[in-house]
């Protein structure tokens, strides 16, 4: 039983250029939720979607949007990149309607912005 | 709206000797309440939930921690420190009403070191 997948595992970026982050769910899961973690810090929650739709978004600016596709699995894009967003990426699953259900994170992405 | 407040950044114990990492949280419904850990350079994994059941919560490897309403805490423990624990940990809320899993609110995270 696959758990969540993300790739690239790691990433380096300038200032100024976009970046697309991936995940996999873990099976049977049909909601992924993105979250963004600095160093030393905990994760802050993006965005959430499920059925192709963002459902619930953190406070996080609109360079930072995401896409789900109809196998479930969900991109990260960021636009116009700041330094202030190199951070581990991190993507969630779960199951809609087991609200009480804990996330399962994969490994994330480390993006770092020069 | 919840926030969660993890006490202590740094916690250090001998190997052998019990564990204890506090957390405090807030929130206007009656909360979930989830522990989880992250290894260096690895993702989330959960140690335990509180989703108003019993009070007192186990864990995997030897965690649990105590939902205590009056005190608005849920200290994370373990009655003996391995090596293997020392890692990052994250005390987590979850506003039932927003809808449980959606959105958690993290804990600044607590870095627990083990002492040979």
């Known amino acids: 039983d696959a758990g969540v997948t993300q790739s690239p595992t790691h990433l380096i970026k300038t200032r100024g250029q976009q970046v697309t982050l991936r995940c996999s769910p873990k099976?049977?899961?049909?909601?992924v939720s993105w979250y963004q973690q600095a160093l030393g810090q905990g994760p802050q929650f993006i965005f959430q979607?499920?059925?192709?739709?963002?459902?619930q978004r953190g406070n996080f600016p609109d360079r930072f949007s995401g896409h789900q596709f109809p196998n479930y699995s969900s991109e990260l894009n960021v636009n116009a990149l700041l330094l202030g967003d190199s951070a581990l990426y991190l993507c969630?699953?779960?199951?809609?309607?087991?609200?009480?259900?804990?996330?399962?994170f994969g490994n994330g992405t480390r993006l770092t912005v020069t | 709206a919840q926030s969660v407040t993890q006490l202590d950044s740094h916690v250090s114990v001998s190997e052998g000797t019990p564990v204890l990492l506090r957390c405090n949280y807030s929130s206007s419904y009656s909360p979930s309440l989830f522990w989880y850990v992250q290894h260096p350079n690895k993702g989330l994994q959960l140690l335990l939930k509180y989703t108003s059941a019993a009070t007192l919560v186990k864990g995997i490897n030897g965690f649990e921690a105590e939902f205590k309403k009056s005190e608005t805490s849920f200290h994370l423990t373990k009655p003996s420190a391995h090596m293997s624990d020392a890692a990052e940990y994250f005390c987590v809320v979850s506003d039932r009403a927003g809808g449980g899993a959606d959105g958690l609110t993290f804990g600044k995270g607590t870095h627990l070191i083990i002492q040979p």
């Open positions: 979607y499920y059925e192709e739709e963002e459902r």
């Open positions: 099976s049977g899961h049909d909601t």
């Open positions: 969630a699953s779960s199951l809609v309607g087991e609200w009480n259900s804990p996330l399962h």
